[in-house]
């Protein structure tokens, strides 16, 4: 881990800004492998897709605690921390009912639409629940803490690959097009965690004091997905063992990742 800062460091540089738009390239590379993954490999039983994003879910669930929200308690606190928590749930809450979007189980969720295609309202249903994502590995380059962000970027890019195929199969499955078309589908709803990378390190190097509530905010934000939208996707179709067993395991890889790097 060391040996990799260093590389980052000689390479890169330490300006956060900078950092976090590569953070945020490096994750969304490793969702476009994952949407991609959808034009070479034989379509997977929905029982599979479930347990893979149980698994992103596991890693996302550690992660907004081990990597945002804990480290945010030991920078300032914990009323900002709590604070930066309840806006970010209810951000992401508001942009439920606000934001026309479509999940494929539980269908159409805010204010209804015949004027956007379904493949649409799918791509920005799943740019929604990205979003946080970019957000939390932009807030962890900003806080300068490169460790921790490695760690989070490692985290959020390696479920970024199962979760960029699901998506893929998701959207052939749901008849939005050949494997061509469901692989863009993939890439396009990935393309949000630039510039919210690169948002998310200003945002903090530019105002520090903001950084503990911006941490809460990003956790936050990846509770609510995990919640609202990755668990009852996978627990929708019978799949609810295999689930909770993918969020388990997600959950023990990235607490070792953050045992061995940290």
């Known amino acids: 881990m060391e040996g990799l800062k260093i590389w980052f460091v000689d390479h890169v540089g330490t300006n956060p800004v900078l950092n976090g738009l590569i953070g945020g390239l490096i994750i969304t590379l490793l969702n476009t492998m994952g949407a991609l993954s959808v034009l070479v ?3 997977p039983t929905q029982r599979t897709l479930d347990a893979l994003l149980g698994f992103a879910a596991g890693v996302m669930l550690t992660a907004s605690f081990t990597s945002l929200i804990l480290p945010g308690i030991e920078r300032g606190g ?3 921390v709590i604070l930066g928590i309840g806006l970010g749930g209810l951000f992401l809450d508001l942009a439920d009912h606000l934001i026309p979007h479509l999940h494929i189980i539980s269908g159409e969720e805010g204010p209804h639409t015949d004027r956007i295609r379904a493949v649409w309202l799918f791509i920005i249903a799943i740019t929604l629940h990205n979003a946080p994502e970019g957000l939390a590995v932009g807030v962890g380059f900003g806080s300068g803490n490169l460790s921790n962000a490695f760690i989070l970027m490692m ?3 390696f479920q970024n690959i199962p979760e960029g195929m699901a998506v893929s199969f998701s959207s052939l499955s749901a008849g939005m097009g050949k494997r061509f078309y469901a692989s863009l589908v993939g890439i396009r709803a990935g393309l949000v965690e630039i510039p919210l990378a ?3 390190a200003w945002a903090v190097s530019a105002a520090s004091s903001i950084l503990p509530y911006a941490m809460g905010f990003a956790g936050g934000a990846m509770l609510y997905v995990i919640s609202d939208e990755i668990i009852p996707e996978t ?14 395991l997600g959950v023990l890889v990235m607490l070792s990742l953050d045992v061995a790097l940290g």
């Open 198 to 200: 690169l948002f998310g």
């Open 78 to 80: 914990l009323l900002p």
């Open 41 to 43: 490999v034989r379509r």
């Open 155 to 157: 985290a959020i890019g």
């Open 235 to 248: 627990h929708g179709r019978g799949n609810e063992r295999i689930a909770t067993l993918g969020t388990m």
